[in-house]
């Protein structure tokens, strides 16, 4: 089975940093993703990552540890648009299939 | 253009009734999916399907049954509606199954049934 926890929600101020952590433990592995997903709108990719190591993209940043079973999605000088919900999906080898989180809901204020 | 459209992007019917919901990718994708996302946010793989063959089948009621005419559409028909089915269903596209390829996503359903 697929077992992917982050926290449900976040709060942070403008301009801070803010750290979304993911831990999984599933039968089999091949990447794990990062989404965002704006309140009534669809989810839109963010990052991947399938070697351990540090993803950097601009203001967001994705790191992976194999090992431990944990991923977390770094996202610098927060905006009022990075308010939204962030899922965490992780890849199964054997159909691809993707298994997500619940996702954490980042609230971001002035 | 859009990418991965989805009609309807609300839907709201009576219990019993049967609806069908149709998705249309234009990226020259061959892997297409449906996803179900419950009240609590839950993303919940249901199908998925590459070169129009099913390849994922999750634990579905048979009351749902995907069809894929061609690599650009799949729909997903719905028989005899129920509460629990009230959801926001996705369908999303991929260009093939596996290595970096991300899914890309359409605006979703809304189903509502009374």
């Known amino acids: 089975g697929q077992n992917i926890d982050q926290p449900t929600e976040m709060t942070a101020t403008e301009g801070a940093i803010v750290q979304i952590n993911c831990t999984y433990q599933?039968?089999?592995?091949?990447?794990l993703f990062w989404y965002q997903q704006h309140a009534g709108e669809a989810p839109t990719f963010l990052s991947y990552?399938?070697?351990?190591g540090l993803e950097e993209k601009g203001r967001f940043s994705s790191f992976l540890s194999r090992s431990k079973g944990y991923s977390y999605l770094l996202l610098k000088e927060l905006q009022m648009k990075d308010s939204a919900s962030y899922l965490c999906?992780?890849?199964?080898?054997?159909?691809?299939?993707?298994?997500f989180g619940a996702g954490t809901t980042v609230t971001v204020r002035a | 253009d859009t990418a991965v459209s989805q009609t309807p992007k609300y839907l709201v019917t009576q219990m019993g009734n049967d609806k069908s919901i149709k998705c249309e990718q234009n990226?020259?994708?061959?892997?297409m999916y449906w996803y179900k996302q419950d009240s609590k946010k839950f993303l919940k793989i249901m199908f998925s399907?590459?070169?129009?063959?099913?390849?994922i089948n999750e634990t579905v009621p048979n009351r749902f049954s995907p069809k894929s005419p061609d690599k650009a559409h799949l729909n997903l028909h719905i028989n005899s509606l129920e509460l629990g089915d009230s959801a926001v269903y996705f369908c999303?596209?991929?260009?093939?199954?596996?290595?970096?390829?991300?899914?890309?996503f359409g605006p979703g359903t809304r189903l509502l049934v009374l």
């Open positions: 599933t039968s089999g592995f091949n990447g």
């Open positions: 990226l020259g994708h061959d892997t």
């Open positions: 399907y590459n070169n129009k063959e099913l390849i």
């Open positions: 999303a596209s991929s260009r093939m199954v596996g290595a970096q390829e991300t899914q890309y």
């Open positions: 990552n399938v070697l351990d």
């Open positions: 999906a992780v890849r199964d080898p054997l159909d691809y299939k993707l298994s």
